[in-house]
């Protein structure tokens, strides 16, 4: 078995507590459609947001999702020249059987554009 990291990334419509749960839900949602994940698989999960969104921690809808084992960290993203503004992005640390080329990253909404060339692959 092989550890891998599955990427994602979307947009909050807001920063209140509801729409960063509700994004954070859809792509966390996406990314197990995508990938037949079993969240009792995850080694660690790491969130990020930019810094416009302060009002939740994107791992309290994990939670709620019932990802109760995975060990999980929130932190903010750098400011950036025209970085995507309410972005979330999460990077998962799977252990799998997968190869990297049979694994798929979901990029949603805005955040397509952070990752064009996986466009194609993103769910969603």
């Not at 999960?45 to 060990?71: C, K, M, N, Q, Y």
């Not at 972005?87 to 805005?110: G, M």
Request: with cysteine.
């Amino acid at each position: 078995m092989h550890v891998h990291g599955i990427r994602g990334a979307t947009v909050a419509a807001a920063d209140t507590p509801e729409a960063i749960r509700a994004a954070t839900r859809e792509l966390l949602l996406a990314l197990i459609d995508a990938n037949n994940l079993d969240p009792d698989d995850f080694a660690s999960v790491i969130f990020t947001v930019t810094p416009d969104l302060t009002a939740e921690a994107p791992a309290r809808a994990a939670r709620e999702l019932g990802w109760a084992e995975a060990a999980m960290l929130c932190m903010q993203e750098m400011t950036v020249p025209g970085g995507l503004p309410r972005c979330i992005r999460v990077l998962i640390h799977w252990n799998t059987e997968k190869w990297p080329d049979e694994i798929r990253h979901v990029y949603l909404h805005a955040a397509v554009q952070l990752r064009p060339d996986r466009a194609s692959r993103a769910a969603g």
